[in-house]
Every structure is written in structure tokens, then in C-alpha cells.
């Protein structure tokens, strides 16, 4: 599975983005497919994953209630819809895929990795 994020940019606190991740292969819509973000100096962090079949959804503490993901197993894409965006939420993110559950990619990471986006939220 190859990976490609985009939508990333500069935005306002306040301020809502939406990222992409477009996937290649025939397996795409057999796995569990998440978003995870870094900013240098600090540990990789769990955003979102969302199961095969879009059933299954699980987010990070600091994004729930803000942040949505979803995704088009006909379009091979995964979407993450970013409301309410805080400085905090300034990293670089990137789009993953695992055959593992989703409970277990958030714990754990994933196998497949795209180049990440960059968010910027600042005023």
C-alpha cells in the first residue's frame, strides 16, 4: 500500500482543514486506515483511525469532539475533517494503513506510512 497525504497549510486558530489520503492498492479497503501527527522533538501521536468498513472509529483525547474521519473505499481515499484548530494541533501529519484492528493500530502504529502534510495553526 503506497500513501499520499495532502491539505495541509496555514490556518487560524479557530480554523478548520480538511486532510486526504489517497491510497494505492487492491487490499485499501481491507484495512484500517489513520491519521497520526508529530512535531519535531516529541513522540509520534495516535489522531484518529477508522476501521475497513468505516464502522469503526476511535480519535485521540486532544482531538474528540473536533476532528472526523471518514473514508471512501470506492475512491480509495480517507479523510480527516479538522474543525476548531487550536496551536496546539501545529504538526506534521501523516496518513497510515495496518491489517490490524483499529483499537490496535492506535495503540501500536501501522505498518504503511505516506510522507506527511505539514498543519500550521497560528494567528
Known amino acids: 500500500v503506497q500513501l499520499q497525504a495532502s491539505g495541509g497549510g496555514l490556518v487560524q486558530p479557530g480554523g478548520s482543514l480538511r486532510l486526504s489520503c489517497l491510497a494505492s492498492?487492491?487490499?485499501?479497503?481491507?484495512?484500517?486506515m489513520g491519521w497520526f501527527r508529530q512535531v519535531p522533538g516529541k513522540e509520534r501521536e495516535f489522531v484518529a483511525d477508522i476501521g475497513w468498513n468505516g464502522g469503526s472509529k476511535y480519535y485521540g483525547d486532544s482531538v474528540k469532539g473536533r476532528f472526523t474521519i471518514s473514508r471512501d473505499n470506492a475512491k480509495n481515499t480517507m479523510s480527516l475533517q479538522m474543525n476548531n484548530l487550536k496551536p496546539e494541533d501545529t504538526a506534521v501529519y501523516y496518513c497510515a494503513a495496518d491489517g490490524k484492528p483499529p483499537f490496535l493500530v492506535q495503540r501500536h502504529g501501522a505498518d504503511y506510512w505516506g510522507k506527511g502534510t505539514l498543519v500550521t495553526v497560528s494567528s
Open positions: 492498492g487492491p487490499t485499501f479497503s481491507t484495512y484500517t
